[in-house]
């Protein structure tokens, strides 16, 4: 992998609270999921790499240029995509106005062409029938999908993405996997997320993070393999302690230890990181 984006000993503080504790990770061309528990720290590691953050310690390399000087933050702002976990957009624009605001302030000079750009990433999130819409006007899920247009205007180099799914209705959450899937056949795109299925489904590499630290960097089989041999089905609720939930089919999914009657399931990405997490939350 020839990387795009490297880290090294980055950390970052609120107070007392480490929430990057010197963190060593490089990213290159494909889709990476950021798996982890709320706080973990994955807003705060994209937020330093999108340039919006500087970080109190560590090296960041993104795209060649560094972002703990003035030119490059510039020069990483001019190629990168960033899908902000809040954005702020003004109400009384339409939607049409908000994504040529942001494309003006992306250096698209030219107004035509700018306009065609615009056309063009409404269209990639389904939006084309909004344009004239005001932002006010939107349902949640039509706001991340402007969120998610302006990421692509100009077609970024990378692609931060913070929670693209959120509030996407199913057909959307498809539609939006089949696009970034198509952006990472020749970018660097990094999301977080805290939907497994979409992991599995989209992303060639996997990275949970909790306490500002890594757990597992692979692919998401390999953290289904995390779950091997702990996975299993019965028909009897298994004892207190355990983790388990009643299935569809009336029959009890446990992860963790197997109750005597149960047997053998496949484990899924999600088994794999309850078991990892769960593990360090008992311990810390
Ligand atoms: N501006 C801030 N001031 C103080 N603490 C902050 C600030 N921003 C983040 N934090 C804290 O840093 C920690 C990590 O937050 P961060 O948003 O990076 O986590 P996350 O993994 O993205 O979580 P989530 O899944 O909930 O979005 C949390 O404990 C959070 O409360």
């Known amino acids: 992998m020839t990387p795009t984006v490297t880290v090294r000993g980055l950390r970052k503080r609120y107070g007392h609270t480490a929430v990057l504790d010197g963190l060593d990770i490089a990213f290159g061309a494909g889709v990476t999921g950021l798996l982890g ?18 970080p109190d310690a560590g090296e960041l390399r993104v795209l060649g240029l560094d972002p703990a000087t003035a030119s490059g933050r510039t020069g990483v702002r001019r190629r990168l995509g960033y899908l902000p976990q809040d954005p702020g957009f003004y109400p009384h624009f339409t939607v049409f106005e908000t994504l040529d605001y942001v494309a003006i302030l992306k250096e698209m000079t030219d107004r035509r062409e ?5 056309t063009r990433v409404l269209a990639e999130v389904g939006l084309a029938d909004r344009a004239r819409t005001k932002v006010r006007k939107l ?4 706001r991340q999908r402007l969120a998610l247009a302006q990421a692509l205007l100009d077609e970024p180099d990378l692609l931060v993405l913070d929670e693209p799914t959120v509030g996407l209705d199913p057909e959307q959450r498809l539609r939006l996997r089949a696009l970034v899937s198509r952006l990472g056949e020749s970018r660097t795109v990094l999301l977080s997320t805290h939907q497994t299925e979409d992991v599995a ?16 960097d692979g692919t998401p089989a390999g953290l289904a393999a995390v779950a091997a041999g702990r996975v299993s089905l019965g028909d009897h ?4 302690g355990a983790l388990f939930w009643r299935t569809a089919d009336g029959r009890y999914r446990t992860i963790g230890d197997t109750p005597a009657d149960a047997v053998p399931a496949e484990p899924t990405v999600e088994d794999g990181y ?10 810390a």
């Open 37 to 54: 528990p709320n706080g973990a720290g994955k807003t705060t590691l994209l937020r330093c790499l999108a340039t919006t953050l500087a």
């Open 114 to 118: 700018r306009h065609r750009e615009v």
């Open 139 to 142: 349902s949640g899920g039509m």
């Open 201 to 216: 489904a989209l992303c060639e590499r996997v990275v949970v993070m909790d306490g500002g630290r890594i757990l597992f």
């Open 237 to 240: 609720r298994p004892g207190p």
């Open 274 to 283: 309850l078991l990892l997490v769960g593990r360090t939350q008992e311990a």
